[in-house]
DNA sequence: TGAAATATGTCAATAACACTGACATAAACC
DNA sequence: GGTTTATGTCAGTGTTATTGACATATTTCA
């Protein structure tokens, strides 16, 4: 990320890189998180993506394979509830994966209609690396200390965090959850991020 | 969400629908949050989305116009950086917004090839709706004590969640994290999704 | 048993959103 | 004045999604 915030920024954001972001009164507590959660989820995409490609593989064949890992045995229309896509869309993705040997269809035993579907050795395999690098992120995002998630709120003020309480600290899960989602975020990239929206946080004031 | 559980899973899901999700020894301690972030992320798209749908607009003008409005000045080079598309993609729905008079641009006063991007009050408006209910959703999911929010751990245990400890309670954030997301999760869904990853930590056991 | 409902599959057309590659213009930089 | 930068645009393509219609096998139920 390249983002030149120093060159298009209004110039003076010097002190504020490893400051916590702190929200303006004139907004909701949660509006940082809506931020984070975009580029949290853009980042988390992101590594799979890479693996994927290399198979010629998309986001829905990812999809798609990674739940029938988890949950072997599942049925199309289950299938189609937890991914909230049509049958043709799901199809299409499946067949890709069925032919070239990543997942099996079975005959349902008490509902002969139903195919239940099961990962072969490949497909859990390829889920497998994809989940791995996946749990990597969330695990690093859960642990390492210098991303701040340790300082979970200790508690206090349990008392929701409605109000436009305009505190940055521990408030009832704001924080651990903004400090999750930020790490969650590649590294190189989480400082242009909070600059970025330090930028909004400023210009606010 | 209509996923017939009763009937496709095993048949003895019955006091689990309450119950934290509790992972077993075989996985990370981060998988559930994997899963929780995809079913979180598409919810907190989907109320949007319905929304734009009635301007005919996508998730793409959406993301345009919500940097813009809150990050007043945005350039092309920016905006391009955050999104990370193509200046094609971005420019394709960038003109639908500026031609229905949402966004606007300035030509840039040092840089005269810099085109500084603005909402219009109609831009402002929209936004504005778009926000309020993404902002509903993360502040009820911040807030509300039946969605245990409010559990977040009480710093025992600062020592990192890496390895596989099984835990179901407070470890350095990975509960307030986890129900934060399962928070984020459509009320009526949630428990869907808990029952969904129940029988799967079940079949693990 | 036979009609209705269910689970799945498939054909065809379309749309939203992204990509690559190539090329053009204006302004800034040196 | 030549190079780089910021932006815009044309053309072609790919992935993922949609709607609508229709077909098949199986289960359910009257």
Redesign the pocket.
Known sequence: MTL?ATENAPAENTAVENAAIESPATESPGDDLIELLFFAYRDFVGDPDRILAQY??????H?VLHFVDRYPGL???EL?DI???????L?????DLIEQDYIV?KT?TS?????LLFCTERGTALAGDLIRVQTRRVTRALADPEDGILEVGTSEDKSSASGASSGKSSEGGTVSAQNFLLAMIEPEERATVRRLMARRARSAA
Chains 1, 2 share one sequence.
Do not use: C, M, W, Y
């Open positions: 030149p010629g593989f998309g986001r829905a064949h999809r049925t199309i229309a189609l991914l909230r896509i049509t049958k043709q869309s199809n299409r993705v499946l067949k269809q349902g509902d002969r209609r139903q195919r």
